[in-house]
């Protein structure tokens, strides 16, 4: 699982939109994954994330675990297709956790900033088309300034690695079954 959302050295090497949001990051989380669809099909997917939208994918195995009520959208939703800079998107971790879209390229980039407690947040999600219709997602998260750096690498990488590995099983299998 984890070489299916693994950035190699030369994707973490390159620039990513939204970098200078938090330009002098301490802790900085590289995911990467590959999908079997073009850009232009993925995007509807990722425009729609977010707690009160489409919430966060993951594979059909296990969101039979979580409540109905709570599992992420099977379908895009045309009412969340419209984002724009300045759109503020509900997140988990508390009733005032947001992300604010900062940048916005579709469908090859969509940049988000945060703020938690005293530590600046920048969430950058890349679309790159590939050989054979396929995409490569680039997932970056910047943190700064982080006390505990080692803490935040360690649990915050282990928490980031599981849920963008669920999302990628998640989105993958939606785009097989939105083919269909």
């Known amino acids: 699982m984890v070489d299916l959302v693994r950035a190699t050295a030369v994707e973490r090497a390159v620039d990513r939109p939204g970098d200078d949001v938090v330009p002098s990051a301490d802790v900085v989380m590289d995911r990467a ?8 099909e993925v995007w509807p997917w990722l425009a729609q994330l ?31 297709q419209d984002l724009a800079v300045g759109d503020v998107i509900p997140d988990y971790g508390g009733p005032h956790e947001t992300f604010a879209v900062t940048a916005i390229e579709p469908p090859r980039s969509l940049v988000y900033r945060s703020r938690r407690g005293r530590t600046d947040v920048s ?3 890349s679309l790159a088309a590939e050989a054979g219709g ?25 928490l980031d690695l599981l849920t963008i590995a669920g999302m990628a099983a998640g989105l993958r299998e939606r785009l097989r079954d939105d083919g269909r």
Not at 33 to 40: C, E, I, Q, R
Not at 69 to 74: D, E, I, L, P, Q
């Open 123 to 125: 969430w950058s999600i």
């Open 33 to 40: 994954f590959t999908v079997p669809a073009p850009p232009a």
């Open 134 to 158: 396929c995409t490569r997602v680039h997932l970056r998260l910047r943190l700064a300034p982080v006390r505990h750096r080692w803490l935040a690498e360690i649990g915050g990488g282990l």
């Open 50 to 80: 977010g707690k009160g939208r489409a919430g966060w994918y993951l594979p059909r195995s296990v969101e039979r675990l979580v409540p109905p009520r709570r599992r992420a959208s099977r379908s895009v939703d045309p009412r969340w």
